[in-house]
């Protein structure tokens, strides 16, 4: 199986910046497109942004310009560098991803599960 772990998150003030990681583990060939979601007690989970094996990256329309999503396959860890923050995008942070089905080993892994996600809080 694949375990992901979310880090970073923390309190900042409007405008300020915050770097989160998801740190992958178990079977990471098996890693696909992965994704940064984000949720609160006032709105669903919601896709962030995302990124292939590639590098081809995609961005909700709220964070288009202030977030950026990356990944260092080398070390199994995908990355959101989020900056000129606002209150609105209070949440809790989530990491998941996609699994490599076409890969027959990868096929046969249990399904991918939310963890712990990390907190973002920012202040007015």
């Known amino acids: 199986q694949v375990q992901l772990v979310e880090s970073g998150g923390g309190l900042v003030r409007t405008g300020g910046s915050l770097r989160l990681s998801c740190a992958a583990s178990?079977?990471?060939?098996?890693?696909?497109?992965m994704g940064w979601y984000r949720q609160s007690p006032v709105k669903e989970r919601e896709l962030v942004a995302d990124?292939?094996?590639?590098?081809?990256?995609y961005y909700t329309d709220s964070v288009k310009g202030r977030f950026t999503i990356s990944r260092d396959n080398a070390k199994n860890t995908l990355y959101l560098q989020l900056n000129s923050l606002k209150p609105e995008d209070t949440a809790v942070y989530y990491c998941?991803?996609?699994?490599?089905?076409?890969?027959?080993?990868?096929?046969?892994?249990?399904?991918?599960?939310w963890g712990k996600g990390t907190q973002v809080t920012v202040s007015s």
């Open positions: 178990g079977d990471t060939i098996c890693l696909s497109k």
């Open positions: 990124i292939t094996s590639n590098g081809v990256t």
């Open positions: 998941n991803a996609r699994l490599d089905l076409l890969q027959r080993s990868c096929a046969t892994l249990p399904d991918m599960s």
